[in-house]
């Protein structure tokens, strides 16, 4: 079954890491700013020394990086864990984490953070958090769907949390934009869409990440959906949430039928694809073309443009969750369930 960490408190402490990519010199207050935020809401900060460099595509070695993880992971003290955001090579520390020893804490990110969130609840059955990033809650104010993240860190139990679309999502990113009262420009109309414009209901276990990352799991020992599916969920099906950060339409497609051929898609009631900037067509072949022949060869239903991924705002999906999501009219709403 699914274990679910205990919910984050006031005055309880959440550890900042960096096991992808850490912070260049010249961005190192966007960290202070998160920091004031989360110690203005109530919770106690623990920065570790993998935030403040960055060297060769990782905040430092791989030996480091996963020491620094691996000693908040054990820190009883520490109740959840927010890298500062992804990256590009975690994959290589999977193997240097000690994974009999972690204690189960929320772990929040996306990008490359994916890789960390599916990997560990596929080898623990220990729920994670596939959410904004740390750097993106420097605000005073939160949009209505980046606030969501604490309700959901701070649940507890048996509970049910709704989230809907948001109205509007940012068209380009910008870290030296002052918060007005949010850190995202939020300036385009959010439409929620599905393969064939049809309405959409899927109910299941949420599952998912950074296609661009998470498709390297398949075929090692972190990438074994069907073990864990069996193991931990009784075999109940899936919802998968899928989001391309900087893949060709192409090389989309071929990383759709990876997963489909390695049996990912095998027990799943639908597919949630994030909204992307990338994507660009290659001899008239476009993302679309991808997800309708992906429709045909799964005959699974589809939404795609939903508020998740490297466009936000960003919805939190807990992996392991029970899930129930719905689209009409451009709109989507996603019920979550945080039972075992």
């Known amino acids: 079954m699914i274990r679910y960490p205990k919910a984050l408190q006031k005055e309880q402490t ?29 919770y106690h900060i623990e920065i570790g020394e993998t935030v403040w460099t960055q060297y060769k595509a990782a905040s430092s070695s791989k030996e480091t990086r996963a020491a620094e993880l691996n000693a908040m992971l054990q820190n009883k003290d520490i109740q959840a864990i927010i890298p500062p955001w992804g990256g590009e090579i975690l994959q290589e520390i999977l193997p240097l984490i000690e994974w009999d020893k972690v204690q189960p804490k929320w772990i929040l990110g996306y990008s490359d953070t994916s890789t960390l969130l599916f990997a560990f609840t596929l080898k623990t059955g220990i729920a994670t958090a596939h959410g904004t990033n740390l750097v993106d809650l420097r605000s005073d104010e939160w949009d209505p769907t980046t606030s969501k993240v604490l309700e959901i860190l701070s649940s507890e ?127 008239g072949f476009t993302t679309l073309d991808a997800l309708e022949r992906l429709a045909d060869e799964t005959n699974l239903p589809i939404i795609y443009n939903a508020d998740f991924g490297h466009v936000p705002p960003q919805m939190t999906f807990v992996n392991g969750a029970y899930s129930e999501i719905k689209v009409a009219h451009g709109k989507g709403e996603m019920t979550m369930n945080l039972k075992v």
Not at 270 to 279: C, K, P, Q, W
């Open 157 to 283: 139990g048996d509970v049910t949390i709704t989230q809907v679309s948001s109205s509007h999502y940012q068209s380009k990113w910008s870290h030296e934009k002052e918060p007005d009262p949010y850190v995202f420009n939020l300036d385009t109309e959010t439409k929620w869409e599905t393969v064939n414009n049809s309405s959409v209901e899927m109910k299941g276990r949420l599952l998912g990440g950074c296609m661009d990352t998470i498709r390297h799991l398949i075929g090692t020992p972190y990438g074994n959906v069907r073990e864990f599916q069996k193991t931990h969920l009784r075999d109940e099906p899936l919802v998968w949430y899928l989001e391309n950060c900087e893949m060709s339409a192409t090389d989309f497609h071929r990383t759709l039928m990876q997963m489909h051929q390695s049996g990912w898609f095998d027990n799943a009631t639908g597919i949630l694809f994030g909204r992307t900037s990338a994507g660009q067509e290659v001899g």
């Open 14 to 42: 959440i550890g900042i890491t960096a096991p992808s990519s850490g912070v260049d010199t010249e961005l190192h207050d966007l960290v202070h700013q998160s920091q004031k935020q989360f110690e203005k809401r109530g």
